[in-house]
């Protein structure tokens, strides 16, 4: 198989996964309420949409089940030290570096 051959199979798996770009045009108000709903949430402007439209796809039943879930941003949850890692720190806490 020539690489050719092999690109339209690899296509429809790539295009998947890439998130798709859309023009929005919005009354500037509603823009600046979006703008302030998602500051107040922790959220971009961009993200406030995409949830607000899952959420209403999912309230209309018409959510597709392939639908990934929003990825989540920033720093991931702390893990809990595990017993031996907290053995071995006890002490340390008023020692240089510790």
């Keep these: 198989?020539?690489?050719?051959?092999?690109?339209?199979?690899?296509?429809?798996?790539?295009?998947?996964?890439a998130r798709k770009q859309v023009l929005l045009r919005l009354d500037p108000a509603v823009h600046d309420a979006l703008a302030?709903?998602?500051?107040?949430?922790?959220?971009s402007t961009?993200?406030?949409?995409?949830?607000l439209l899952r959420r209403a796809l999912a309230e209309a039943g018409r959510l597709p089940s392939a639908?990934?879930?929003?990825p989540r941003r920033g720093r991931p949850p702390k893990q809990?030290?595990?017993?031996?890692n907290a053995e071995g720190t006890?002490?340390?806490e008023?020692?240089?570096?510790g």
């Design 67 to 70: 639908a990934r879930p929003i």
């Design 1 to 17: 198989m020539t690489t050719s051959d092999e690109a339209p199979a690899e296509r429809p798996a790539a295009r998947a996964r």
């Design 90 to 92: 006890e002490g340390t």
């Design 46 to 51: 961009n993200a406030q949409i995409e949830f």
């Design 94 to 97: 008023g020692a240089p570096g």
């Design 80 to 84: 809990p030290e595990s017993a031996e």
């Design 36 to 43: 302030s709903w998602a500051a107040g949430e922790l959220r």
